[in-house]
């Protein structure tokens, strides 16, 4: 849930493209999770402000738990959590979780995660890395779009593609290990 909020939080901020990177290193014992946009970028002062609940740039509630709770999440487990923004020019959120540790939440269902991200938001364009130790793949819509010359990534014959697509791939790259 924590990476669909911060990647509907670049979705707001009018980003073009939103890369989510997993990397799961077993031999390090770290699994970081990177989400990376080209939106309008935050200020210093917002940046210093975004752990904090009840700051929020949205006008239709007043308290923001997606990044605390992300940060939180990471750092429950000793790992770290950083945001680097820029405005005009997009943001970097980088959370890092030791792999084994026993406060450290499930990744959960990723793939219908990125696949809920991509059906629903068409205007965005997303660039997703999977990686398991030395294995990966990735997803990458502007060259799904290319091949399927206008045909809309919510069409449901597209759409059950995209959704096959990453979970054969997940499977093949980590070996159906539980993250």
Known sequence: MNVLDVAENSIRAEAALVKILVTIDPQKNQMMIQIIDDGKGMTEEQVAKVTDPFFTTRTTRKVGLGIPFFKLAAESTGGSFRIHSVPGEGTEVTAVFVLNHIDRMPLGDINSTIHTLIVYNP?????????????SFELDTRHMKEILGGIPLDTPEVSAYIKEYLDENKSETDGGALI
Request: charged share 15%.
């Open 123 to 135: 205007q965005t364009d997303f660039y997703y890395r999977y990686s398991y130790g030395s294995n």
